[in-house]
């Protein structure tokens, strides 16, 4: 009984590690069938997937050498016109919000060249955006062009531009901001820069404030606009706001109900407080007149 009960314990075990490695001989296939899948896709696009854009080498000062070091298939530069290609927008410029451009000075120059090396995605919208900025729109993308869609030119940042922008922002008329800013400079207008990005923040509005995002973010809107995928720029449509406004505003109707009570009638906490008040004048006045 002993050696029938070793011999069955010895089978099971010979069965299980059989079954063990089937099961593992299965899953190396697959595995090997799946790399050699992807390793496939890699190699078919490899000549456009991995290869940096003249306009990343323009704008950011990237080399392929700089993103991809030694590796393979990334000698050649994506053509600026391919990239920059005109295509139809699911959407008209007067279905969305405007496009705020904003460039403090010393960041201009960057904002002309991604206007420049962007035209055909950026004319695709209604653009506003403070003085200067608007003038080199227009001298770039043509102030007579029928084709570009203008709103209001605000006054330069210092003479009260961004709260112009702010302004027409709080009136539900800007969908995003693309806002190239200084870090190193001071701003006599740095109030007005702060209350621009607290609102943009505040309504969940788009707001890009250097290059690199700036050219991250146009493919994501090329990708919106032929596509119509309203929920990838939701702010161009919708009014939002931030997750914390609703506690604000719970927050401030607590305060609202502590002071006032409901609908208008005086709570019990400030009720008594207007009796002592009144108690204590008349005992100041009965004081007085006691004293005479």
């Not at 490695?21 to 992807?38: E, G, H, N, P, Y």
């Not at 050498?65 to 030694?70: T, V």
């Not at 053509?79 to 279905?95: G, I, L, M, T």
């Not at 707001?207 to 939701?234: Q, W, Y």
Request: hydrophobic share 40%.
């Amino acid at each position: 009984l002993y050696c029938k009960s070793i011999t069955k314990h010895f089978t099971q075990f010979i069965w299980i590690q059989k079954t063990m490695s089937d099961a593992i001989r299965s899953l190396s296939v697959q595995f090997s069938s799946r790399d050699s899948v992807v390793s496939r896709t890699q190699a078919a696009n490899g000549e456009t997937g991995r290869r940096v854009s003249a306009l990343s080498e323009h704008l950011l000062g990237l080399t392929n050498a700089d993103l991809f070091e030694d590796d393979e298939d990334t000698n050649t530069l994506i053509d600026e016109d391919d990239e920059d290609a005109n295509f139809d927008s699911v959407y008209v410029p007067n279905d969305m919000r405007c496009l705020a451009l904003i460039a403090h000075n010393n960041m201009k120059g960057a904002m002309k060249d991604f206007v420049d090396a962007h035209k055909n995605l950026l004319s695709k919208f209604r653009l506003t955006g403070t003085n200067t900025t608007m003038t080199m729109l227009k001298s770039v993308l043509g102030e007579d062009n029928p084709n570009v869609f203008y709103g209001p030119t605000c006054s330069s940042g210092p003479l009260g531009g961004d709260a112009q922008v702010c302004a027409q922002l709080v009136l539900e008329d800007i969908g995003g901001i693309f806002f190239f800013m200084d870090p190193l400079a001071a701003h006599p207008h740095e109030a007005d820069i702060q209350s621009l990005v607290r609102l943009a923040n505040v309504h969940n509005v788009m707001l890009v404030t250097n290059p690199c995002t700036a050219h991250s973010m146009i493919e994501m809107l090329r990708l919106a606009l032929e596509n119509g995928r309203k929920d990838l720029f939701p702010s161009f449509f919708l009014t939002l706001e931030s997750p914390s406004v609703a506690a604000y505003q719970a927050a401030q109707k607590q305060v609202l109900l502590e002071k006032s009570g409901v609908e208008g009638k005086p709570s019990d906490k400030l009720r008594i407080e207007q009796l002592e008040s009144q108690l204590e004048t008349l005992t100041s006045k009965l004081g007085a007149f006691l004293k005479l």
